[in-house]
């Protein structure tokens, strides 16, 4: 057995679930009673304007109900409940610049901001069900935003800061956005980047008549062009708005948020997701998985434009009245000891981040000891978290003793924009912990491993990772497209009732643990961003010289995966020079096309791509050569195996 990690006793005496009997003592529960448990924990946990009858309506599976006549705002119960019990003074953001200034607002002043920001955009027509596009780097302002949308009722859709204005304008259309929210400019490491100029360009792609509305956060003071009747700053939006505003009481199904995310095929799918199941599940799991005490610092490095964002910064902590950390910057910027000098600045005791920044920051701090965490004071951290992808038990043992100096529990936390908040991860009380594991389902998720025909395999049998019932956090359906979001994630091949998540999963014969083996689907993940081969090998094709392209992802030490293209051109191959300009010129392309963090690493031109009989590209044999090895599969049913020789040839 590998070597386990038990929860320190003095973390387990404080803990919201203390050992593993309350653990399986709340899952019998959920077991013997699902909706009982579920209703319990809703009434628990959230303030409801109307209480809810009744818990869970299946009768239009997969399209499932929660809570479904019961009344609550977001807004409300991130905020102004916790100032009625007389927190309004508690600070609910530390804000550190990427300059390194800082700054505290409390929930009083949260919500002051908030209320103005919803009063500004009612006063410009935006109400309940309208659609609003936010664009903005990390800051109070893109919290408060998202938090001003659901005071209104308005449904928010992300747009991470480093998309493309094309990747934007679909975003834009496909939502109907009637507002865009953005700011003049953003800083990371030092370096002033362009949001408001992209937002222009985007919507001068046309498709995005529905936006009546740009509002502009002054962020760096840089110029920016306003286009009158249309554009308006987020200073004079605010400006006379009274700091109260009446919360729109929504229905619990009300749709909080589309957020748009990679899948296998075709465009993103917009992942829709409602108020009140959501909310309990990201309010659930900040006591459960974080453990969150009153008196903790909190910080999560993600950023708002992706889900980690949403629940764990946005919605999550505020939920319970927590304090945490927003950091604009990277981390490794004035150097790569940024994360370690922002937690002993601060004092931060629950640190929750992405295996590919540990992995970078090993490489750093490997290659200059002045950056290394034990220069800094991290005595205040009793608590670590990791996600986006699976965590290499190296990676997981430095974070451990160098950062968590082996007294913070690490919990690896799995689950996906689909399901709202956590699924599997350790409970830092509880659960033994095992680098390299996710360990077990909360309380209430019914995850299990099954088959390609949907049934159930033994433990120690790999297979495709489901979860059995409906969950209240889960995605609702996929925006505009009710029908690809029932064969998405209920397939038939499954019996169409079983939520699929699209990741292998094997569970240990002795503990019952789990291990994500990684996506089943044409999904990549890089450096815990997720991105479509399909989407991808669309940016390459629609490049004029481009006849045919094929992406793959390449194992790689820090960011997991990277992005491998092989391209057909409409011409001659090049080569030499001409094959290296072309190649950057491809990389370019895609980062235009969706964003930077869609560039091809690594881009290889042959005359054809390897395809079988019936014209299928036979990608798995690209896996194999883009990791620079030898095709020693059985090639028979390949139509050309001799384009393999020259594909195998980087440029
Ligand atoms: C939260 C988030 C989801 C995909 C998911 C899986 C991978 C996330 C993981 C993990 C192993 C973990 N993933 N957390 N794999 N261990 N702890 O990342 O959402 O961007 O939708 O990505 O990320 O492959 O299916 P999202």
Redesign the pocket.
Known sequence: MQSTYLPPSAFSARAAIPDMDAYHALCAHAERDYEGYWGMQARANLDWQVPFTRVLDESEAPFYRWFGDGRLNVSYNCLDRHIERGLGGKTAIIFEADDGAFSHVTYSGLHARVCRIANGLRARGVGKGDRVVIYMAMSVEGVAAMLACARIGATHSVVFGGFSAKALQERIADAGACVVITQDEQLRGGKRLPLKSIVDEALALGGCGSVKHVVVYQRTGGGVTHVSDRDIWLHDLMADQPERCEPEWVGAEHPLFILY?SGSTGTPKGVQHASGGYLLWAALTMKWTFDIKPDDVYWCTADIG???GHSYIAYGPTAVGATQVIFEGVPTYPDAGRFWQTIERHGVSIFYTAPTAIRSLIKASDMDPAVHPTNYDLSTLRLLG??????NPEAWLWYHRQVGGERCPVV???????TGGHMI?PLPGATPLVPGS?TLALPGIMAAVVDEAGQDVPDGQGGILVVKRPWPSMIRTIWNNPKRYQASYFPEELGGALYL???GAIRDKDTGYFT?T??IDD?L?VS???MGTMEIESALVAHPLVAEAAVVGKPDDTTGESICAFVVLKKDRPGGADATALAQELRNWVAKEIGPIAKPREVRFGDNLPKTRSGKIMRRLLRVLAQGGVVTQDVSTLENPAILDQLAKAV
């Open positions: 995310t992706w889900v980690t990791s996600v986006g992808e699976p965590i690896d936390t799995f689950w996906q924009t689909e991860t996710c998540a699209g990741d994500i990684g996506r999904v993940n815990g961003h997720r």
